[in-house]
């Protein structure tokens, strides 16, 4: 089993870039597969990006070449890195981990789950 704990969300301005984190304590970071999801408010949870153990990502088209999921493992932490973003990225941003190998796009593949962090971008 796995905690996973998200930081780094905040208030910023479109085009502006920003960090999240995501500590994991618990069991063998190494061996899960991190995915990152974000909920706006009254929609549906939707997958952002997902890093395998092994290293494989996968990204959403709406953050390709803007968003850049990467993990140290040594540090049991995973990263979203988030540029140009834009109002539509406003959305509390959850990271999740799952046992399963290779990258994971669907929230149902996650078995462990953050409380989430909140991230506004302003026009």
């Known amino acids: 089993q796995v905690q996973l704990v998200e930081s780094g969300g905040g208030l910023v301005q479109a085009g502006d870039s920003l960090r999240l984190s995501c500590a994991a304590f618990?069991?063998?970071?190494?061996?899960?597969?991190i995915g990152w999801f974000r909920q706006a408010s009254g929609k549906e949870r939707e997958f952002v990006a997902t890093?395998?153990?092994?290293?494989?990502?996968r990204y959403a088209d709406s953050v390709k070449d803007r968003f850049t999921i990467s993990r140290d493992n040594p540090k049991n932490t995973a990263y979203l890195e988030m540029t140009s973003l834009k109002p539509e990225d406003t959305a509390n941003y959850y990271c999740?981990?799952?046992?399963?190998?290779?990258?994971?796009?669907?929230?149902?593949?996650?078995?462990?789950w953050g409380q989430g962090t909140q991230v506004t971008v302003s026009s």
């Open positions: 999740a981990g799952t046992s399963k190998p290779g990258p994971a796009s669907r929230s149902d593949e996650y078995a462990y």
């Open positions: 618990g069991r063998s970071f190494n061996m899960y597969t």
């Open positions: 890093i395998s153990w092994s290293g494989p990502k």
